[in-house]
């Protein structure tokens, strides 16, 4: 390994707060989607869960990793987290149908104080479905809504 690399390796310290947030973020999903299969055992998959599961930690491995560091030296780098951030982490985090559990996940009465403070936003909430997508609208193609015709 490049010496130059290598001091960037032994420099780096972990983002704390971010982390957090990330872990946090992972165990709101994971406690959601749990009471949702204990509800319904075929609401969300396993395999979205884990789909999920890697979005955010590519998220977390672009920008709290050793790879941030290296971001200013390298230009593979650099956009190896313009990969990860607008491509891959996105696309894994929205198969994984982040809406329903995450709403399970929070606790009721948190999801209730933000949504009547969003005054009304509980009726577009819930117009998700399962699969994180707008469900049981017409005007899109195939059944789908687009986001403006709500």
Known sequence: MPEPVQTIFASWTAPIPFSLTIV???M???RGWRQLRLSASNVIPAWRASSFLVGVFLVWLAIGSPLALLDEQLLTAH???HLL????AP?????GAPVMPMLHGLPQ????SVLALAGGAGV??????THGLLAGRSGGVGGMAYPGSL
Request: net charge positive.
């Open 28 to 30: 709101i999903y994971l």
């Open 109 to 112: 009465k948190f999801v209730q």
């Open 85 to 88: 951030l607008m491509t891959i």
């Open 24 to 26: 946090a973020s992972a």
């Open 79 to 81: 956009m190896m987290q």
């Open 91 to 95: 696309a894994l985090i929205w198969i």
């Open 124 to 129: 577009r909430a819930s117009a998700f479905s």
